[in-house]
């Protein structure tokens, strides 16, 4: 570990460890998205084999209020993961021992706290090391047994998407002690979906495959004319059956417009957990669902290895799953509505505005165009947007377009250059629509 890991990064983690051995009762707070989920249970695991006691409780972000929640917190000493950078400073106000595993931007550095985030020591929390890894790195500090949990660290970097253009940073480090150790083994991306594919394929969302994805008889048709047998897994198939039925997609997808570059994506390297004996991305997607869907509980009971919430976790994640890719059959059918420099779709009765918006990005749009996903069915309207990074290329910058799109019709609107959201009054929705088109029409040309 001594020499790929920073040696501060060294220092702070075994302050932390000690810190957590000098209590009997540990409080952790973690965020509820994958990677805040894998966080928290690569934590209780730890926890839990050291002896000690501890809670969970897991925060849809950390704002003000759940910042009192924490400050009102009846604990000598608490963990924050996958959160707190943006706190640091009323933490350190604090007078329990605190430590904070994040990886988000850093605001400052700790003066009290006993803080670690791969940006203090020069390292891109974006890419290269996310809340899982860093609850990984504390817990084999804590003790070297602990490597397996390398496994539910992988869930959360799949969660946060960091290993979607190679890995890199302290993530790979993690890959070649997990490999080394038998844990984890890096397989061959394909564009056919993992796990049982009569199921996959009619789930996947990831491409959405047109014809395919949410049809009962186009994954049947597609099946046969790949010459292969139901009941067959990704595992089972055999190196021509892989290669026909990739093919197979892969004209479907250049039919429907998929760049090649968001096909290289999608065909990106898998990680199989070979205790869980499952896909990395799978395990996330799992708890992704249990944590959004307020049953945090059954995704950390999951990732710490208990069968029936691993099959309650599948089936509800299945089900959610179903839910998108009906959505997203609804939508291919009605289309886009497009606009001189925007495309534009509206929700209303699914809710899956922010999920459907990257799927129809990707699946069925004009990649010249970023996509706007609204739902109507509420007053504000809630919007999502997103774009490409070809767009980026061109001059599209969705942060400040919606922040002025939104402001100019009495809403408001922020967030990233590539994916943004906002949300307007309902009977200002298309006064702006035609605003969003003008001002990303004025960035376009004022870029070139
Ligand atoms: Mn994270």
Not at 29 to 53: M, P
Not at 299 to 311: F, V
Not at 402 to 417: I, L, T, Y
Request: hydrophobic fraction near 40%.
């Amino acid at each position: 570990m001594e020499d790929k890991v920073p040696s501060k990064l060294l220092t702070t983690l075994s302050k932390a460890a000690d810190i957590v051995r000098g209590h009997d009762f540990i409080q952790v707070f973690s965020h509820y998205d994958a990677d805040g989920v894998s966080s928290a249970t690569i934590l209780a695991k730890t926890l839990l084999r050291a002896g000690k006691e501890f809670r969970v409780t897991l925060f849809t972000t950390l704002n003000d209020y759940n910042m009192d929640v924490i400050r009102n917190t009846k604990a000598d000493c608490i963990i924050i993961s996958d959160l707190g950078a943006s706190y640091i400073d009323q933490l350190d106000e604090m007078d329990c021992d605190i430590v904070v595993l994040d990886h988000h931007t850093i605001i400052s550095e700790a003066k009290r706290v006993c803080y670690a985030n791969p940006h203090l020591y020069g390292i891109d929390g974006m890419t290269s090391g996310c809340g899982a890894t860093m609850c990984l790195l504390f817990s084999v500090t804590m003790d070297e047994n602990n490597w397996d949990l390398v496994q539910i660290a992988f869930a959360g970097i799949a969660g946060d998407r960091q290993h979607i253009n190679g890995l890199s940073g302290l993530n790979t480090y993690l890959l070649e002690e997990g490999t080394k150790r038998g844990y984890i083994e890096r397989m061959q991306g394909s564009l056919i979906p993992a796990g049982d594919l009569q199921t996959e394929l009619f789930l996947v969302t990831d491409p959405y495959i047109r014809g395919v994805s949410g049809s009962v008889e186009g994954v049947a048709k597609l099946m046969s004319d790949a010459g292969i047998p139901n009941g067959k897994t990704f595992m089972d198939l055999t190196e021509e059956e892989r290669r026909r039925l990739s093919s197979l997609i892969a004209i479907k997808l250049t039919e429907q417009g998929v760049q090649l570059s968001s096909m290289n994506e999608i065909a990106r390297d898998r990680y199989y957990l070979t205790g869980m004996k499952m896909d990395a991305e799978y395990l996330s997607a799992i708890l992704n669902n249990c944590g959004r869907s307020g049953i945090g509980g059954i995704g950390i009971a999951a990732g710490m290895g208990d069968e029936r919430c691993i099959n309650e976790g599948a089936k509800q994640n299945q089900e959610s799953a179903k839910l998108v890719v009906e959505s997203m059959v609804d939508l291919d059918r009605r289309g886009l509505t497009q606009m001189e420099h925007i495309q534009w779709f509206d929700s209303t009765d699914s809710g899956f505005t922010g999920m459907l918006c990257g799927i129809a990005m990707q699946s069925i749009g004009d990649h010249s165009k970023p996509t706007i996903g609204m739902n109507k069915s509420n007053d504000p309207v809630n919007l999502s947007s997103r774009g490409m990074w070809c767009q980026l290329d061109r001059g599209v910058d969705l942060a400040k377009a919606m922040r002025e799109a939104c402001a100019s019709v009495g809403g408001q609107g922020g967030g990233h250059k590539i994916a943004a959201g906002g949300s307007v009054p309902l009977d200002r929705v298309d006064e702006f629509l035609q605003n969003l088109d003008r001002i990303i029409g004025e960035q376009i040309s004022s870029a070139m």
